[in-house]
């Protein structure tokens, strides 16, 4: 035998062995990593071709089929989602330590700043100096009290000029409105003034800007195939690109305008003068420019989006179903009485409208999936094993509709939420089975503030004015899904005063 031949012999040997112990290795590791079930998707893509323009209902429904814990391959990345209570509860709560991080996805990158702001920031002491100052200042319940002459005030604002329409018989678009309203209330907490006008250009632009925001943040295929990200096969990232420097410019501009009137607040600061002050100050953690322009970003983006979309759903479910909208009306007589508006000292008192809201976040969750999480270090979950860096995605639209916890899931019955076990449902992430802001150390910074003003502002609304549909006009109560759940046809209707005139000056 030649030494070539022994050579070829001893190699084929060593194949065969590797090959044998290479399958060896995998079946045992397969068996010790039991995964969740899942749907087999395609090579390369994995399920994403299987999605559709609904991700959050085709998500539902596999998970009727393969549990509520779910694994696949979103292109080529690990993902697991949770549809159930009990499945959110285990990973937001008893692994909430090991999910407090974002992937790294193009939102992030070229819309917030590369990922400097309170929502996709990874968790560390940048995100919780940003996380502290938002709660001291603008977002917990200190402040959110010093702040409420400001809802009040805006409120009001929001009234007159709906008033007008009803004496001028114009429809009232009603998310324009109160994106506009909010935004006020917003900027005046951060700027000490309101930037928009209720009818202006200025502001139906924003709004518009907003909505693309949200529209575009979670549908780029880059973010789920990495290899192909530079093709942008959609153009998303280009979109992204330039809505990014149209807000970059719209914060440089406010941001240096405040400056120039620093002189007028002297003793009184507002939010933007202390989170820039605090940037400058050595001793502490210190804030870029991009982190203080990423953090006005999320608060004028993800805080007047996601109220202004619970608040028209709600609408729209009342003026679908006239018999809640004449009991909100009736519960809000009852305790406010036609001589005034309703006041936010009134809200703990109309436990209809609370109940109302409940509904709505159950079957109009403002964000459907979601912001995803990525596992630091691989886990178990329920006997099933979760690899390291895999992303997390909770289909809250999912678990509000889930008949295991929901008794006739798809109809919009605000007295679920009046009697029995449903009644004490706490929506700030406490009870996993309503939890519409997530969960978690990273439930949405802003819950506490979102749902005192989507009460408040329902409340006035349903208070305030008779409403009804344009003659001959269906209400269209299709979705259209982006990283928030906006009304596919945005609700118009007219409106006519309930008050006695004086109430609305």
Request: hydrophobic fraction near 45%; glycine fraction near 8%; include cysteine.
């Amino acid at each position: 035998m030649t030494f070539d031949a022994f050579f070829l012999g001893e190699l084929g040997v060593a194949v065969l062995i590797f090959i044998t112990l290479h399958f060896f290795i995998r079946s045992i590791t397969t068996n010790s990593t039991h995964l969740p079930p899942g749907p087999r998707g395609w090579p390369i893509l994995g399920v994403l071709p299987l999605l559709g323009t609904m991700p959050h209902v085709t998500l539902t429904n596999m998970a009727k089929k393969f549990g509520p814990i779910m694994f696949l391959k979103m292109g080529t990345c690990d993902t697991v989602v949770a549809s159930s209570p009990d499945i959110a509860q285990a990973f937001l709560k008893a692994l909430d330590h090991n999910f407090l991080n974002r992937p790294t996805i193009a939102g992030a990158t070229h819309l917030g700043y590369n990922a400097q702001d309170l929502v996709f920031a990874n968790y560390g002491p940048k995100w919780k100096l940003l996380r502290k100052l938002a709660n001291q200042h603008m977002l917990g319940g200190r402040a959110l009290h010093d702040w409420g002459h400001v809802r009040a005030s805006e409120v009001k604002h929001m009234l007159k000029a709906m008033q007008e329409c009803g004496k001028q018989g114009e429809l009232v678009v009603v998310c324009d409105l109160l994106s506009c309203t909010i935004t006020n209330m917003v900027s005046q907490v951060v700027l000490s003034k309101r930037i928009f006008s209720n009818k202006g250009l200025e502001a139906k632009e924003f709004k518009d800007m907003v909505v693309e925001f949200m529209t575009i943040s979670g549908v780029n295929i880059g973010d789920f195939v990495p290899c192909i990200a530079w093709m942008d096969l959609q153009g998303v990232v280009g979109k992204m690109k330039r809505l990014h420097k149209r807000f970059d410019v719209f914060l440089t501009n406010i941001i240096e305008e405040h400056v120039k009137s620093s002189h007028e607040r002297k003793g009184k600061p507002d939010f933007l003068d202390v989170v820039m002050t605090n940037g400058e100050d050595p001793s502490q953690e210190r804030l870029s420019f991009s982190n203080i322009k990423a953090l006005l970003l999320n608060l004028f983006t993800a805080g007047t989006d996601t109220s202004t979309s619970i608040i028209e759903w709600a609408l729209a479910e009342m003026l679908k179903n006239p018999n809640i909208l004449i009991r909100a009306q009736k519960e809000m007589d009852e305790v406010v009485g036609r001589e005034r508006v309703v006041l936010e000292s009134d809200l703990p008192k109309l436990p209809y409208l609370q109940a109302i809201c409940k509904e709505t976040y159950r079957m109009h969750p403002s964000t459907p999936l979601s912001v995803p999480r990525v596992a630091t270090e691989a886990c178990n979950v329920n006997g099933y094993y979760i690899p390291k860096n895999t992303r997390l995605n909770v289909n809250i639209w999912a678990i509000g509709r889930d008949p295991n916890v929901w008794s006739n899931p798809l109809e919009f019955n605000p007295e679920r939420f009046l009697r029995g076990k449903s009644a004490k449902v706490d929506p700030s992430g406490v009870d996993f089975e309503l939890i519409p802001f997530g969960g978690g150390r990273r439930i949405c910074a802003g819950d506490r503030m979102a749902i005192v003003v989507i009460q408040y502002i329902l409340g006035s609304l349903v208070h305030s004015f008779d409403w009804k549909l344009p003659n001959g006009e269906d209400l269209n109560m299709d979705e259209a899904f982006g990283l928030t759940l906006q009304k596919a046809v945005p609700l118009s209707a007219m409106v006519s005063p309930r008050l006695l005139s004086h109430a609305y000056v």
